[in-house]
């Protein structure tokens, strides 16, 4: 199938629910994106900022940049004047810097923290007691040009759908703890991002907002 027929196929399912679809485009082509928005679609999402400052350049302007991997301090300004989601947000360093940045532009930058709910090592992530420190923190509380607008997790990767389920399950329940202590009264306070190829149907099933699907729409990736 098409780039087009699979994401139309996609969007088909997520039809009369509240969930959006950010097509991963890492390692992909700058035409392969260019077939994906001549379908109609508008949502995008990198894993690093240089490719995905690189790639912006050669695409249209009414383009939604998503940011899903982890951001290093040092190119958040690469970044920071247009996209519209760093869904990668896994520290308070990391979140000072995106505020400074966002502040020189008088820009309010949207973000996601970073939500560690799988079991492997390797993942970047909060648990949720850190991103309770982040929010409670004096520091937060000063940032004007970040809004929080929910939170971001991946789960294992494994066949096991008990699992998935139970990691799901988990980042919901750490949303709802948030929005009642944090944001009880902010309605912007409502994205919950989870569900790649492998596990987007369970992610809906579990409450994800925001999906993040690559693969199933361009084919493996090339990371040679
Ligand atoms: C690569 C990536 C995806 C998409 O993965 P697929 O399995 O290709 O759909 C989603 N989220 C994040 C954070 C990623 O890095």
Not at 90 to 118: F, G, P, T, Y
Not at 154 to 172: G, N, R, V, Y
Request: charged share 30%; proline share 1%; glycine share 6%.
């Amino acid at each position: 199938m098409s780039v087009k027929e699979n994401i139309q196929k996609i969007l088909s399912e997520l039809k009369d629910k509240k969930v959006k679809l950010v097509a991963v485009t890492k390692t992909q082509a700058v035409s392969a994106i260019k077939e994906a928005y001549d379908a109609g679609h508008k949502i995008f999402g990198e894993n690093k900022a240089q490719e995905l400052a690189a790639k912006r350049e050669g695409l249209p302007d009414d383009i939604e940049w998503h940011m899903i991997g982890h951001l290093q301090t040092n190119k958040v300004k690469m970044i920071v004047p247009f996209i519209k989601l760093i869904q990668s947000v896994d520290s308070l360093h990391l979140l000072k810097e995106i505020n400074k940045e966002a502040e020189k532009i008088d820009r309010i930058v949207d973000c996601l923290l970073q939500i560690k709910i799988a079991k492997e090592e390797t993942k970047y992530g909060l648990d949720i007691a850190e991103a309770v420190d982040i929010l409670q923190s004096p520091e937060f509380e000063k940032m004007d040009f970040i809004r929080i607008v929910g939170l971001m997790g991946m789960a294992t990767l494994t066949d096991d759908e008990q699992i998935i389920h139970s990691e799901f399950k988990h980042l919901h329940h750490d949303f709802k703890l948030i929005k009642e202590r944090f944001f009880r009264d902010k309605s912007y306070f409502k994205e919950i991002s989870l569900g790649m190829s492998g596990d987007y149907k369970i992610a809906i099933e579990e409450g994800s907002t925001i999906i993040r699907v690559g693969s199933l729409i361009f084919g493996e990736r090339n990371y040679a």
